[in-house]
């Protein structure tokens, strides 16, 4: 019986948020802390500076390896043996090593200097984020597979304790000598890495044996398999990883597992490569407003840290939700969908599914954008304060900040769906052809943040950012617009929510901005919460077909 991709996607999503909402109530907590106990200056240092170096060589190293990989569907991977893309997997520790080398010149030397008090915790911060990288590379051949086969629950389950290992061992250093804050987080990330080594690795290792016992016994006992077998805990494991190419633990190594064709698959290669040139370009795009602010005297430590928190709790829908959406749904559709063949050559049905499944992830994310457009106008002073007290608020330039980015919201969440889409069922020369126009995106983003942020200060980032994320919009939609015209579908006509329920969140914000400071925080509170579940009620009526779909769907799931 083979794996089921939507469950399997759709289960990954669901943990994915979970997993989301658990990382994110660590992170603010341990956030909160330090504003108050060690100092906005360190925050700067870490999430900005130490946690930039860490995003920049994690995603430049592993990014175009994983999805190329990825794509290697089953039905195109006859020209793709498991030994290569084993061997595949191991080429992103190389790669992690030539991109340390000069991020860690840039980072000691080129950047805006840190002051004199931290600089010996810096540095060895940076030399330890470094290497914890390179560490946490050296498991991405299992965390492939994991992806591969849908081991959703040992997904969540590792990186929940990665997130805990890592908090624990800061707040047990930073706690003992405040003045450590830095060495602290240096010494968690490289906890936390080998801790992402040893948990993958020791998981397979047991795993491999016990599916290499299950498959001799049922071998052994075929001729006479009792029922009382298939009750076996063994077999709600084991029962669809026939397929399994692992038979021991050193298959995981570059070039053990027997191989009759070359070492690396040359086609896998190029689109590597072409995800690679993408890559550099997105990276740019995702945290250039952070490369702006080490790079350039436009804000000082204290400010990007003001910056940094503002910005991730304006960030909670895309962490949340549209992240895990995004990525689940990109795995789909590269299961569903084959990059270098014509939509009107392959399977409708499956041709069919993936437009309605695109439509209604667009407008169900663009929903949430509204919501948190039209609400957060409302409740970002509220949540600002009961977040970092009135000191933090003081002067409005967060509240500030905070209102602007729920407008940024809206943009994310459509662009997350239809990029990932069009990057999903893209062809290699496709891919090319967008880099390009990637590039412009990219170099028109530093530009413009550059410019925005010196007429309008940090609210620029977002003026930026909105803008860029536009242009990307429209370019996506362009794309799925002309692959599916052939077909007779326009999965772009699924993407506008229903009247009343745009009427109902424009309302529900204007009535709770009218009543903002007229009325207790706590009536306003009540206020919002009564308004915000009208309008979810609303959205559920609209769409009961919808829901009544996934509720079967998720029922029919539940006993298979």
């Known amino acids: 019986m ?8 759709l289960y990954d999503a669901g943990f994915s948020i979970i997993f989301q909402i658990l990382c994110r109530i660590v992170t603010f907590g341990i956030n909160a802390f330090i504003i108050r106990h060690v100092g906005r200056e360190v925050l700067g240092i870490m ?65 805006s200097s840190v002051d004199i008090v931290y600089l010996d915790q810096y540095r060895f911060a940076c030399y330890a984020v470094l290497l914890s990288c390179v560490i946490e590379l050296c498991a991405e051949p299992p965390v492939f597979v994991s992806q591969v086969f849908c081991f959703v629950k040992l997904k969540i389950g590792l990186n929940t304790l990665h997130i805990f290992v890592r908090s624990v061992i800061f707040l ?14 240096a010494v968690a990330q490289l906890a936390s890495a080998v801790t992402i080594v040893l948990s993958h690795y020791g998981f397979y290792a047991f795993y491999i044996n016990s599916l290499n016992r299950y498959k001799e016994d049922r071998n052994a006992s075929s001729s006479c398999f009792l029922k009382s077998d298939l009750r076996d805990w063994r077999k709600y494991l084991f029962e669809n990883m026939d397929d399994f190419p692992l038979k021991k633990l050193s298959d995981f190594l570059p070039g053990v597992m027997k191989n009759e064709s070359k070492f690396l698959n040359s086609e896998l290669q190029i689109l590597t490569l072409s995800f690679l040139k993408q890559a550099v370009l997105k990276q740019i795009l995702t945290e250039g407003e952070k490369y702006v602010m080490s790079m350039s005297p436009v804000l000082n430590f204290e400010q990007q840290a003001m910056y940094d928190v503002v ?20 795995f789909y559709f590269t299961q569903t969908i084959s990059r270098d063949v014509a939509l009107s050559d392959q399977d409708k049905t499956k041709v069919q599914e993936a437009g309605i499944v695109l439509g209604h992830l667009s407008m169900t994310v663009i929903s949430i954008g509204l919501l948190a457009l039209c609400f957060g106008q409302s409740y970002s002073h509220t949540l600002l304060y009961l977040y970092g007290g009135a000191d933090f608020i003081a002067g409005g330039l967060p509240e500030i900040l905070l209102k602007w980015h729920c407008l940024a919201i809206c943009f994310l969440a459509i662009n997350g769906i239809t990029e990932g889409y069009m990057f999903a069922t893209n062809t290699s ?90 009325i207790s925080m706590t009536s306003h509170l009540m206020l919002g919460f009564g308004c915000v579940f009208i309008v979810l009620m609303t959205w ?20 298979e």
Request: charged share 15%.
């Open 2 to 9: 083979p794996r089921n991709i939507l469950k399997s996607s």
């Open 429 to 518: 020369q496709d891919i090319d052809k967008y880099n390009y126009l990637l590039a412009v995106f990219s170099i028109s983003f530093l530009l413009l943040s550059y410019l925005l942020t010196t007429i309008f200060g940090p609210v620029g980032f977002i003026f930026a950012n909105c803008i860029n994320m536009f242009c990307r919009i429209c370019y996506s939609a362009r794309f799925i617009w002309l692959q599916y015209k052939p077909l007779g579908i326009n999965p772009l006509r699924d993407f506008v929510p229903s009247k009343m329920f745009l009427f109902t969140v424009f309302g529900g914000g204007f009535l709770c901005n009218s009543a903002m400071f007229k």
């Open 540 to 559: 559920a009526y609209e769409n009961r077909e919808l829901l009544e779909v996934c509720w079967t769907y998720r029922k029919r799931l539940k006993f």
């Open 172 to 185: 047990t250093i930073a706690l003992t000598d405040s003045t450590a804050a830095i060495y602290a987080f």
């Open 311 to 330: 910005n991730n709790l304006g960030s909670l829908a895309a962490r949340f939700i549209f992240r895990p959406i995004e990525d689940s749904s990109y």
């Open 47 to 111: 999430n900005v500076r130490l946690l930039l170096l860490e995003s920049t060589v994690l995603f430049l190293s592993r990014e175009a390896v994983s999805r190329a990989a990825l794509s290697a569907t089953s039905q195109q991977r006859e020209k793709c043996t498991w030994s290569q893309l084993i061997n595949q997997q191991w080429i992103t520790v190389i790669i992690c090593i030539f991109v340390c080398l000069p991020c860690c010149y840039v980072w000691l030397h080129c950047l």
